[in-house]
């Protein structure tokens, strides 16, 4: 009689190392949404690492953000051109300063 163990069902739900969870329709659903609800946004895209796939965060006029998945850097070209948003490199340009700056707000407050 074979036993289960309690993390069989975790290691069976590992992905491979090295094999990281792309881009989702709901990913871009989600940022198409976002950057249709808010004023003055920008795309920031993010390489990919050893942890994560390519992200772009969008920050609008406020500083308030969010970050999803992209495929790759093109695709957040895509996305931008399509809905007038611009779009940059955060590893040579950085985060903008209000995005900085809304964090330390809701730190303040208690909801960061």
Not at 41 to 49: I, L, Q
Request: a positive charge.
């Amino acid at each position: 009689m074979a036993s289960v163990g309690v993390f069989d069902s975790l290691r069976r739900k590992r992905q491979k190392p090295g094999v990281l969870r792309g881009a989702s329709k709901q990913d871009t659903a989600h940022l198409d949404e976002w950057a249709g609800e808010r004023q003055g946004v920008e795309a920031y895209v993010e390489p990919r690492t050893n942890v994560t796939d390519t992200t772009m965060v969008l920050v609008a006029h406020d500083g308030e953000w969010t970050r999803r998945r992209i495929a790759d850097f093109d695709s957040a070209l895509e996305f931008g051109k399509k809905r007038s948003i611009p779009v940059y490199e955060v590893a040579r340009v950085g985060y903008p300063q209000r995005m900085r700056d809304y964090m330390a707000r809701q730190k303040r407050e208690g909801r960061g």
